[in-house]
């Protein structure tokens, strides 16, 4: 078996004469792949099942890998400040809670959390964030999946709502529809999320560090994305003027800390049809664990002692 592991970009291409079934025409693919011995192998295939891609199911760990060097990320962060209105609220992210968010995440999917806070009492118009809570979730590249219900417990009942934070593999030059839409649909269905003081946090990947910038809805925005069904990247209506940059300031003068789910994992990404937006949850104060910790992953220890290969990647417990 040939373990590829640069494929080169496709030599020659042609097309001859007609093929039977399933094939209008012939077309030969000139393909130049490495194997682990360095040796150059030069393959031509001709049928289309024969140029599918191979797909693995260890692909997670090439991620996972990659995942392991989000720490080194928290040392260039920076926070958007272009075109933002000198009105309305400053909200003050503690540091602490925002490297630990983003060494437990993933570069491709995206991870979320609720914000909760308050003003210090001689500022009103300051919000410090003194708490993210990670919710059973779920999330693609572009989006989410999160419970309907929001987070409950009494170590939140002297905070208000702040909004969301999340992580998005790419730096965005506007605030995506699917995030407007989230955001309108939870303000709706909660009276306890006020327009005006939740926002939407966007932590953004960008080469070798990261970018934050923060939102909230306009009105126009909170009724558009109210009322929007459509899911794609792209949808009718979306305008610019559907929502506005807030400050945000990042600060180590005070700290604040993470709740998770008390029963389960907070990240069902390797077990989805466990997860649903009607399900329940307790909290617990606790550290969340890197997104491809072995809690959030059991499924793969079924799998290894189920091969009957004994080279099988088991956990040595003793190492």
Known sequence: VVSTQSTEAVVSTQSTGKQTKGQSQLTATTTKTTNIHGDEIIVTTTSNY???????KTEWRVRAISATNLHLRTNHIYVSSDDIKETGYTYILPKNILKRFITIS????????????????????????RCVVLVPQWGTHQTVHLPSALPGHEYLKEMEPLGWIHTQPNELPQLAP????????????????????????TCSFTPGSCSLTAYKLTPSGYEWGRQNKDTSSNPQGYLPSHYEKVQMLLSDRFL???????????NYNFMGVRHSSSMK??????????????????????????????DADFEDRFA
């Open 50 to 56: 024969e140029r599918q891609t191979f797909s693995s």
């Open 106 to 129: 993933d570069l491709r999917t995206q991870i979320a959390g609720y914000l909760y806070g308050v003003s210090p009492p001689d500022n009103p118009q300051v919000k410090e964030i």
């Open 178 to 201: 699917q995030d407007v839409t989230m955001h309108a649909k939870v303000m709706s269905e909660n009276m306890s999320w006020n327009g005006e003081k939740t926002i939407i946090i």
């Open 256 to 266: 604040g800390f993470f709740m998770v789910p008390a029963e389960s994992s907070w």
């Open 281 to 310: 949850y307790d909290l617990e104060l606790a550290t969340p664990k890197e997104y491809y910790h072995e809690l959030h992953r059991p499924a793969h220890f079924l799998n290894f002692s189920s091969m009957e290969n004994p």
